[in-house]
């Protein structure tokens, strides 16, 4: 393939196109918008100017402006035509490494040099991995406490490709919020600056307006987030070697892993098999249910995912039951006109839930076995109270009943259950929707290195984190879900920001003058 060569001088070559080593400072060079859309105060890393820091010396910009300069940075456009085919060259050959706007020009020159196998020591205090509510709002606090952060991941991404289409969240428009170091960045606060309509008390919040809230808050708060894949995180001595998809090789102090549920979706042992078949599939499998019309569903699990995913199913068209071991689907309780004499909180209103919220930083106290058996039940599984007119009464319901087998019976599957009483069913239909939640396993977060893994203490599959989320592995932090056996169910849904990213932050920061 093409590849660009950074020599010693940092002469750069491609395609038999040549750029020259850098000019002096005080090499007169045509100046006009920079061509890769966006230079900051500070010389944005998407600019050609980083391509010589392999080389350890002091970047310099191709087109001879020293980067130690003070003052703003206004970057030359790459006059020389050979630097922007370059730049064309390797987006069209290498599609997957390029994402639009401010972030393509650095997955460009990057993952082209040497071959794809640059390794570089960024500047950045720390590498936040994943760009979803957790990963956003994490970078945004440490950004407002000043430190220099490198973002990877699409924002938003899993909640745009593996929530279905007219989905609502069950959290309240109040719980459905990023955090930021500073107001105006709330749900609201989109709403409001892009004319959409304000939401408020119990209203539901559509999946679609939430993804366009977060990429919004991603382009105000964090727009150097870079759509890249992490492959690997490493240990070193100095810190840790983060591969990416783009080639590109850096060595940072500090990781963030907030890679939210990727890797965790549960399918129960007896339906597994049959994955591989598109017999079975789970339900952050689809972005669009629609395409089940006409057909037979079960959907497996008794849940919010289980129960809205029956109603979507049936609203799309699609002859669906719902089986779960539960002997009743349950639901939240609606709104009610005071007095209350329970204090709300974003996940409802209780006091068991007012502790969860208000007290999570106690949570790690309790002891191991009590934090786990509130994870796994706190919280757990209902519905929402608007689902209940979707559902009861419109779609058909096999209840205290547990699949035991499962196997392939022409175009369909057969399904063996039994009920409370101990008597088998046999049960086909033409395919399984198991919306049986997620299962935090450390072993599934396959871009850590074995032997990095293998270092992290553990409480059952969740990293064991101390106050300011740090695993056992100096400089390795987890927040999200992966916190939720340390900080309690909170860490579950997006109101959790509220709590874990400033937390994290000022960790990180302390840590950070400690260093100094």
Known sequence: MPRVRITERSA???AGCSLPSPRPATSAWPVASCVFRRCPPEPPRSCPCWLTRSSGAVPHHPHGRSLSEKGSHRCPRPGPPALRAAARGFRRAHPSHVHAGTRSARGCFRAA?????LVSRTTA????????PYGLSTAAHLKGRGLNVRVFGSPMASWDRNMPKGMLLKSPPSASML????????????CRHAGEPVLGGHDTVPVELFVRYG????EQLVPEVEDVRVLGVARQSDGFRVKLSSGEEVRVPAVVVASGMDGFAHVPGALAPLVADGLVSHASHHRDLGVFAGREVVVAGSGQSAQESAALLHEAGAEVRLLARTTELVFGAGPTPPPHWQPDTPLGRSWGLYGVVHHAAAFRCLPRE??????RR???????WWLKPRLDGVVPTLLGRRITGARACGDGIELTTRDVRGRAHILRTGHVLAATGYRVRLDAVDFLDPALRARLARTAGYPRLDAGFGSSVPGLYFTGIQAAATFGPLMRFTCGTAFAAPRLAAALAAREGEGR
């Not at 040099?113 to 196998?117: F, I, L, P, T, V």
């Not at 955090?179 to 960045?185: I, N, R, T």
């Not at 990429?215 to 991603?218: G, K, P, T, V």
Request: no cysteine; glycine share 18%; proline share 7%.
């Open 12 to 14: 750069i070559s491609y």
């Open 113 to 117: 040099a040497s071959g794809g196998n």
């Open 125 to 132: 205090s720390v590498v936040v991995i994943g760009a979803g």
């Open 179 to 190: 955090s930021a170091p500073d107001p105006g960045f709330t749900l609201e606060g989109y």
């Open 215 to 218: 990429r919004w808050f991603a």
């Open 370 to 375: 009590v934090r786990l058996k509130l994870v």
């Open 378 to 384: 706190a919280l757990g599984p209902f519905g929402a």
